[in-house]
């Protein structure tokens, strides 16, 4: 009798164990183990096992559920927070070879804080191939979409060479046109008309010789800076010379009328013409914050000293002249704010990118300082997430910018819910860019690296 009961005993044990379904993973495959995968739409958390095969999301699974994963390798993520891979809209790549070490470094520095798709804004024939290079999985990149060269008003000076460039430039296969200062009115209406005809968007400055509302009628694609919209609140009456704007008009700020600003705001979703701030930019270069405190920071230990003492004296340059006030400072910035924040709510929309590398923003880290910026004009943490991911995503008609099954594997793996505190985000537990995997390890190990270079 005692026999039977202990058989009886180890029947009913084991037919009401769970039971371990087995799903058929190849070895190069990877499973985030019990995720808290982040929701980018609502914000929302769910505990799931997300599973990657080549470079894309195929199972989201339930995570209370145990699976046997055959031969993939398991990252385990529990009690840690699973969200997309950001954005940086306006980076900056090395004009140099594709396989100098300084764009692997550059590139590297990107994908360690969390930065799966890049939009260089400074094209060159060799981010061409470096493009390709990345979209192929031949090297670990972010997905990277580049501008052209510079079309300004030294390389575009008459009509004809602004024809003649527009379509070398969209016959070579740039993503669009990057537009910097100093084209001439007529110049920049000839360069739409080519745009057009030769299907190939164009973005970046608005020159002061143009005027936002005209940029803004002509269907930017993206302008990036928020410039000339400052320009465009000051009254026609107040009889200013446009060139006269100073640092993105820094020198108007007195003179803007910010009841004008739902005009402008109006006028870019009219034309679905996309704004991409660049904070950053004007919290640490143009800010009255030290060129010393910002030089003795931990990141600049990425950049070459040369590097920091040129951006050290272009602060400087910038911000130590007779006419720059602190308190003047502050006031064209709260404009700013106002007008990234109507931009975010009335407008078509931000995307997030902090222009990186430039004076003290660093590739990668100076995302966190375009993310604080945000915060700063009054979006909240997941509004700011959302720039950085679904807004790219929907702008580009990409494959990615949130967790769902079908979409490219572009994550990053979190200590805690970034939502609850955007700082963390920092010093990720690993990132993942289509499918390759970054631990923390080494991620650490080769910022030492590059650290150690510049030491």
Not at 49 to 55: A, L, R
Not at 362 to 383: C, K, R, T, W, Y
């Amino acid at each position: 009798m005692r026999n039977l009961c202990c058989l009886l005993a180890l029947f009913w044990t084991a037919s009401c164990a769970p039971s371990i379904e087995k799903v058929e993973l190849a070895a190069n495959s990877y499973v985030f183990e019990q995720a808290n995968v982040i929701d980018i739409q609502d914000g929302s958390v769910s505990v799931k096992h997300v599973v990657i095969e080549e470079d894309q999301i195929t199972q989201i699974l339930d995570g209370n559920t145990e699976f046997d994963w055959t031969e993939a390798t398991v990252i385990p993520a529990k009690g840690k927070f699973l969200l997309p891979g950001l954005a940086e809209m306006h980076a900056h790549i090395p004009s140099l070879e594709w396989d100098d070490p300084l764009i692997d470094e550059t590139l590297f520095l990107y994908l360690s804080n969390g930065v799966t798709t890049i939009r260089g804004m400074l094209g060159n024939p060799v981010h061409l191939e470096l493009r390709e290079k990345a979209k192929n999985r031949e090297i670990t990149s972010p997905r990277i979409y580049t501008s052209s060269p510079s079309l300004n008003g030294t390389t575009v000076r008459t009509p004809e060479e602004a024809r003649s460039k527009v379509s070398s430039y969209a016959d070579e296969g740039y993503d669009f046109l990057k537009l910097h200062p100093g084209i001439r009115l007529h110049v920049f209406d000839e360069i739409v008309r080519t745009a057009n005809e030769k299907g190939i968007p164009y973005a970046g400055h608005v020159s002061n010789l143009v005027r936002v509302r005209h940029a803004l009628k002509n269907r930017y694609q993206t302008i990036d800076h928020v410039d000339g919209f400052l320009e465009g609140l000051v009254p026609e009456e107040a009889g200013v010379n446009p060139i006269e704007n100073g640092f993105f008009g820094y020198n108007f700020t007195d003179l803007a009328d910010t009841d004008k600003i739902g005009e402008l705001v109006a006028l870019s979703k009219e034309n679905k013409v996309w704004v991409v701030p660049t904070q950053a930019l004007f919290d640490r270069w143009f800010s009255p914050t030290p060129a010393e405190q910002l030089a003795e920071e931990p990141e600049m230990k990425y950049m070459s000293p040369d590097t920091r003492a040129a951006w050290t004296k272009s602060k400087k340059d910038l911000t130590e002249s007779g006419e720059y006030e602190a308190d003047k400072w502050n006031r064209f910035n709260e404009i700013r704010y106002k007008l990234i924040k109507s931009l975010h709510e009335n407008g078509q929309g931000l995307l997030l990118g902090s222009d990186a590398p430039q004076v003290f923003n660093v590739p990668g880290f100076s995302i966190h300082h375009e993310l604080q910026g945000m915060l700063d004009a009054g979006l909240s943490a997941l509004e700011a997430l959302q720039i950085g991911t679904i807004n790219p995503a929907l702008f580009f008609e990409g494959n990615f910018g949130e967790i769902k099954e079908g979409m490219e594997a572009d994550l990053i793996l979190t200590e805690k819910n970034p939502l609850d505190n955007l700082k963390h985000l920092q010093n990720p537990e690993g990132v993942m860019a289509r499918g390759i995997w970054l631990d923390k390890s080494t991620i650490n190990n080769k910022l030492d690296q590059i650290a150690e270079k510049y030491r």
